[in-house]
């Protein structure tokens, strides 16, 4: 279907962010519970439904090819899962429902796809199928929709998935759901409806979850606001940050006491999303997704973009979009890229004692999650780099993963070759050569196999650093440039100074091995550490040596910006976000923030 713009936000304790994104438009009674909300409480059952099966298969046929599905019943409900409607003066109904009919697939012969599903009572399939690229086919009954993109320009990551990447162990998180009374009326107010949609979209946004970041989001309580008169968020009608306070304040302060670990408020009355960024088991795990008017069926595209906030992404990770339009990068593929998995696991990795840990996912198969790798080299090097590719690869289901495949030459005309049995446990890793005069980014893609036979495929990205010359570098937060202040006298401190292009901030960049230096101009002494090992301790210069107190790593951060660490001490460049001409920039901890970004000009 044609995308539509959207602005997306995203709130966390410092800051704001805004974004923007594409995405696509696409029986068993359970036992009364009385919620002590309501002066008045009722109980209605719901009609018995026809079990749907353990397992089936589906055609799914979208101009001339047709792929078959093979669907395994898969619940997104959690043990806490109850449903309650609130009607006419605040009373909470409990609802007894339907059995759960949701599913997840793999698709014949696309070992890299995956597919979720759900199955009316009356036979109807809905379904959805995930390409390995993020492109897909989704269909409610009738012809799929296509979504998705699969060109794209790369960009060199600024941060990927760490060693180890999501791992085998999947932990679960249960999800309170708010519908608001708009978002019910667009499911022609039944309440059958609304939870099928709910539902719907749940699995769909599971399936990534689950593939990607090995993490599964159950649903424990669901409140349908089912008069308008008693929604809390009815006055609030297009107003994604007023519904993201009042979902706060209703789950923590108002509502009895819930076992969530994060809560979404289910809205149509605007195209849009707010959420808080890094909150899962915090007082602020709440986020807002509105699909727009008239469109329920579109919650999932909102609520993976605002559940991927909360579990700590920020959007552009990774210096912009380096793997295309991914979830927190415009949306319109349905995956995360590297750098936003690398937020997703860290944060999800602070929670786990809120999590349920299920272990290997062993009863679902699932196709691994192969994550992109990165180095830079030297001007004019034609050294060989060697990728342990799969370090940072998982699989949900614990298999062991190979290299089936890969591009033997890459984008511009460099050499990959197999190193059989050489990485850790007798892996196979990757020898990248890069061609003679290499200037630009260069890229080749590998793909990744688990025992079962399911794939996935990665790129690998390899930059020139900048060619030797004199350069200036304007700190990112300050705006103060790196200023040798005149001094000639070794050791002296470096500074900063309001940034002019004066030779006092001019430096002659060299490289020394892999590391670069860099001399003052003025005062023709190297930026040196001065042996300091400590957070806090200035930078300073000193005459030339040999010592790797002068050797600084040059990592690129995205759009001519660099961090530089200290060879000797481990530690960055940082300018602490001091603004007075003279400070000195000091050590600190390697992280992403914009006090160790430099934006490198030649000069």
Not at 102 to 110: A, K, M, P, Q
Not at 191 to 200: H, Y
Not at 279 to 307: C, D, I, K, M, Q
Not at 468 to 490: F, H
């Amino acid at each position: 279907m044609k995308s539509k713009n959207s602005f997306w936000t995203s709130l966390s304790s410092r800051s704001a962010v805004l974004g923007v994104m594409r995405p696509f438009i696409s029986s068993r009674a359970l036992p009364c519970l009385l919620l002590p909300l309501a002066a008045s409480l009722t109980c209605t059952n719901a009609l018995a439904q026809a079990v749907p099966p353990a397992t089936f298969t589906q055609t799914a046929t979208s101009g001339a090819t047709s792929l078959t599905i093979n669907f395994k019943l898969h619940s997104v409900r959690s043990s806490n899962f109850a449903v309650f409607t609130q009607g006419t003066g605040g009373t909470l109904t409990s609802v007894s429902t339907d059995v759960a009919r949701t599913y997840l697939g793999t698709v014949t012969g696309r070992p890299g796809a995956i597919a979720a599903g759900l199955r009316k009572s009356d036979g109807t399939v809905w379904y959805k199928i995930i390409f390995e690229d993020g492109t897909g086919w989704e269909s409610q009954g009738g012809t799929p929709t296509t979504f998705g993109s699969a060109t794209w320009t790369p960009a060199y990551p600024s941060s990927v998935v760490p060693s180890s990447g999501a791992g085998s162990t999947v932990y679960a998180a249960e999800i309170g759901v708010d519908v608001s009374n708009r978002y019910y009326v667009d499911c022609g107010s039944n309440t059958a409806d609304t939870l099928l949609q709910i539902e719907w979209n749940m699995i769909k946004v599971n399936s990534i979850y689950l593939r990607d970041a090995a993490i599964l989001q159950r649903i424990g309580r669901v409140i349908i606001r089912s008069t308008s008169s008693a929604d809390p968020y009815a006055a609030m009608s297009g107003d994604t940050n007023a519904m993201l306070g009042e979902i706060k304040n209703q789950w923590n302060n108002v509502l009895p006491a819930s076992t969530h670990d994060l809560a979404m408020l289910a809205d149509t009355s605007a195209y849009a999303g707010l959420a808080w960024v890094g909150a899962v088991a915090s007082v602020n795990r709440y986020g807002v997704s509105s699909p727009g008017p008239g469109n329920p069926t579109g919650l999932e595209a909102f609520w993976r973009h605002e559940a991927g906030h909360n579990w700590g992404s920020n959007h552009y990770e990774g210096g912009g979009k380096p793997e295309g339009p991914t979830i927190m990068s415009d949306n319109s593929l349905a995956r995360f890229s590297s750098p936003e998995l690398a937020k997703i696991i860290a944060h999800r990795n602070t929670v786990t004692a809120s999590l349920d840990n299920m272990g290997t996912y062993s009863s679902y198969p699932l196709p691994p999650r192969a994550n992109a790798d990165r180095s830079t080299v030297i001007p004019g090097s034609t050294t060989a780099i060697t990728f342990d590719v799969l370090a940072n690869d998982s699989d949900s289901n614990g298999q062991t993963l190979t290299i089936p495949s890969f591009g033997t030459t890459s984008a511009n005309g460099g050499t990959i070759t197999r190193s059989v049995g050489t990485g850790p446990g007798g892996r196979d890793r990757l020898i990248y050569t890069p061609p003679a005069g290499m200037t630009t980014l260069d890229t080749f893609n590998y793909r990744i196999q688990d025992s079962a036979g399911y794939q996935a495929i990665a790129k690998v990205y390899i930059l020139p650093l900048p060619s030797p010359g004199t350069y200036s570098l304007k700190n990112v937060t300050t705006g103060l440039g790196l200023d040798g202040m005149g001094y000639t006298t070794a050791p002296s401190n470096m500074g900063m100074y309001a940034f002019n292009g004066v030779n006092n901030q001019r430096f002659v960049l060299s490289y020394s091995g892999d590391y670069v230096k860099l001399k003052s101009i003025t005062g023709n002494l190297y930026m040196d550490s001065l042996g300091a090992t400590a957070t806090g301790a200035p930078i300073g210069q000193n005459s030339l040596s040999a010592s790797t107190n002068q050797e600084w790593k040059m990592e690129y951060m995205g759009s001519g910006i660099y961090r530089f660490t200290n060879r000797a001490n481990g530690k960055a460049m940082d300018s602490y976000g001091l603004t007075t001409n003279g400070s000195a920039p000091n050590f600190y901890t390697a992280n992403d923030g914009g006090n160790q970004q430099w934006i490198l000009a030649p000069a």
